[in-house]
């Protein structure tokens, strides 16, 4: 039976050296970028400027960034030049899915739409005390 290879570094809470996002991993990248590094195409990122794996001129970081100013229902059209203007946003990886397990359902009675992955908190922030709101200080003039 095959032992599996002992990990080079253990895992520990760090940032992915190609897309600068943070989460708790073993390797210098994290494991979407390690996807995206073995089909990359080129080592220079046109958009950024930066001597790293990229895939037509544009590195993952760019990609994303791109994906996250289109939103998301705008996928097929999206500007990847978007990045160079309004700069990167680093993200916590592992954030989007569940690691390992079934994935999250919909708690509600409703019927299921696209997307309706939401789980309630199961506690609620009590009130110190009722304030009414108002916006006496409020001019439509300011900046």
């Not at 895992?11 to 708790?24: I, N």
């Not at 970028?33 to 794996?53: K, L, N």
């Not at 019927?111 to 199961?122: C, H």
């Amino acid at each position: 039976m095959n032992k599996p290879v002992p990990r080079s570094r253990p895992w520990a809470t760090r940032s992915c050296r190609d897309c600068m996002g943070w989460g708790w991993f073993d390797r210098p990248r994290c494991k979407a970028c390690g996807g995206f590094v073995a089909r990359a195409t080129s080592q220079y990122c046109d958009i950024c400027h930066r001597d790293i794996a990229a895939m037509d001129g544009v590195c993952r970081l760019c990609r994303r960034q791109a994906g996250l100013m289109a939103g998301p229902g705008n996928k097929t059209r999206v500007d990847l030049t978007v990045a160079a203007r309004t700069g990167h946003q680093p993200s916590i990886i592992g954030t989007l899915r569940p690691r390992g397990g079934p994935p999250l359902r919909p708690v509600s009675p409703e019927p299921a739409r696209a997307n309706s992955y939401f789980v309630p908190p199961a506690w609620t922030e009590l009130t110190l005390f009722g304030m009414p709101r108002t916006l006496h200080g409020v001019s439509s003039k300011l900046p």
